[in-house]
């Protein structure tokens, strides 16, 4: 399948809802306002999720342009 043709969302092994529970500040030892990178994003809904659940300072990278520029028009204007 081209990379061209995969507008959903896709996540490698399990997505937010199956590690929220570990996946949250006093599980980690840091509060909502932690820096987060998420390398390899691709079209993933995990950072979303954790904006969703109240971290703010996320940035997400990926090497294909064209996950890029389809999560930036899926999220526009998504800011804090």
């Given amino acids: 399948r081209s990379r061209k043709e ?3 969302s896709f996540d490698w ?3 937010y809802a199956h590690l ?3 996946v949250c500040p ?3 030892g840091c509060g909502l306002d932690s820096k987060i990178l998420m ?3 691709g079209t993933s809904t995990f950072s979303h999720d ?7 300072k996320i940035v997400s990278c990926d090497i294909d342009e064209v996950q890029i520029e389809l999560m930036q028009k899926r999220h526009a204007g998504l800011e804090p």
Wanted: proline fraction near 0%.
């Fill in 26 to 28: 006093d599980k980690l």
């Fill in 13 to 15: 092994i399990v997505d």
């Fill in 50 to 56: 954790l904006f969703r659940a109240g971290f703010s």
């Fill in 6 to 8: 995969h507008y959903g």
């Fill in 39 to 41: 390398v390899g994003c």
């Fill in 20 to 22: 929220k529970d570990f």
